[in-house]
């Protein structure tokens, strides 16, 4: 029944949202080195540059992120899965437009307009839950009670 209510993308935001951590959920070191592991796949996926392994750029660079992120309410509600999958989104052209940053030092701007875009597809999901769950929930129906002269 859902596969009529949400299509697949919105199917995998919704399941997203609900079987991942939170980034805020994760510890300082745990955010850490998820971000590494993210940055090095968006790195693969988009043609952003990350600074050399080992270097203090990539300290800083990687710092600077974590900065950007942890000091959005928005983006630390956000689950491990669900930043990976807007990444994904925004190369495959589900997001409200596609963000480019091919040859491109990785930064905030970038990851911060492809969060955006993934959190307005997703709160337009969220708007239409009420009615999602309308149609998915059974109407209860009382019988209608019949009313008499002698009532």
Do not use: C, W
């Not at 993308?9 to 592991?37: C, F, H, M, P, W």
């Amino acid at each position: 029944m859902t596969s009529r209510l949400l299509n697949e993308v919105e199917l995998q935001i919704i399941t997203n949202e609900l079987n991942t951590k939170t980034i805020g959920s994760l510890s300082a070191d745990d955010r850490y080195n998820y971000q590494i592991d993210l940055y090095s796949e968006i790195k693969l996926l988009t043609g952003a540059i990350l600074h050399p392994v080992g270097s203090r750029d990539l300290d800083m660079q990687l710092r600077v992120l974590d900065i950007f992120i942890t000091t959005s309410p928005r983006y630390m509600r956000l689950t491990t899965a669900e930043m990976r999958h807007a990444f994904y989104l925004n190369n495959q052209g589900e997001l409200d437009q596609i963000y480019k940053h091919y040859n491109m030092p990785l930064n905030g701007e970038f990851i911060g307009q492809v969060l955006s875009a993934y959190l307005k597809k997703k709160a337009g999901i969220h708007a239409r839950m009420p009615e999602i769950m309308d149609m998915i929930k059974p109407k209860l129906e009382l019988p209608a009670a019949r009313i008499t002269e002698r009532d």
